[in-house]
């Protein structure tokens, strides 16, 4: 088949074999790989030769994808191995003439590319991840210093991408696991000072399926497009438990967490 070069790339450098994990829910006890040639220009993307196939070689792919600026999360698969954001892996940064591209792991998959996020939405939604407070109707703001905020900054970043659960050795052998990006949104909103949810969310994270079946491996890091470090916010929320589960509040009367140290070891 003739390669149709894409516009806006400039010349083509080479020419790469995608090798695609194809699956369809009629065939789902046949899932089979299929080969494209990719006419690869200098800034393309593997989201770009995902494209490509779509467009010119196979009008059947599927793939889920939106902003293409390693925002949103949606184009979360598994490039030569590894969890990777397809819109920000460039194909000739990968220094590869076969590309092997699979959908995401740990996930039920809707069609080819496409993994069903249900479970990382559902567990998510689990550990409340918003400000809880004991008032219905707020008066005012609550204030927040930058310090304060600092205390949990980093697992602000996360945009719910799913690569995490994906890479997770453990959610692969525990369906029910919490997994690590809720985890980890539960540690940021427990150690928000505007936050009064400790308790609330206790029965979820202290769980059989909840903080302590972590093993550690540290994979869910490891592949987090935003930096990120869940591994880091599990041990952390570890820490907190240990310290707190079996203490009663200081503050009577609240659901908020009794006075804690700082990363830094400063309360």
């Not at 299929?34 to 494209?51: A, F, N, S």
């Not at 959610?171 to 980890?184: F, K, R, V």
Request: hydrophobic share 35%; glycine share 8%; with cysteine.
């Amino acid at each position: 088949m003739q390669e149709i070069a894409l516009k806006g790339f400039g010349e083509v450098v080479k020419t790469v074999t995608f090798r695609v994990k194809r699956y369809s829910p009629e065939n789902a006890d046949m899932p089979r790989y299929m080969e494209y040639k990719v006419p690869v220009q200098r800034g393309m993307t593997i989201l770009d030769g995902i494209l490509y196939i779509k467009e010119h070689l196979d009008h059947s792919l599927s793939a889920r994808y939106s902003c293409r600026m390693g925002i949103c999360g949606s184009c979360g698969m598994i490039i030569n191995g590894k969890e990777k954001l397809a819109c920000q892996t460039q194909i000739l940064e990968l220094g590869k003439d076969l590309i092997k591209v699979d959908p995401m792991g740990n996930y039920e998959i809707v069609k080819d590319l496409v993994p069903d996020l249900s479970k990382l939405f559902r567990n998510h939604q689990k550990v409340k991840p918003y400000v809880l407070r004991e008032e219905e109707s707020p008066t005012s703001e609550y204030l927040q210093t930058p310090e304060q905020r600092e205390e949990y900054a980093m697992f602000t970043d996360c945009i719910l991408c799913g690569m995490c659960l994906s890479a997770c050795p453990t959610n692969a052998a525990d369906e029910l696991y919490l997994g690590p990006q809720a985890l980890a949104q539960g540690f940021r909103y427990i150690s928000d000072n505007r936050d009064l949810g400790f308790e609330e969310r206790l029965n979820v994270l202290d769980s059989k399926h909840g903080v302590w079946r972590c093993h550690f491996s540290g994979a869910c890091s490891e592949v987090c497009p935003k930096g990120v470090d869940p591994a880091l916010g599990i041990q952390l929320l570890r820490q907190l438990l240990t310290e707190n589960i079996f203490v009663k509040h200081k503050q009577k009367g609240t659901t908020r967490g009794p006075e804690r140290k700082s990363a830094s070891g400063v309360s």
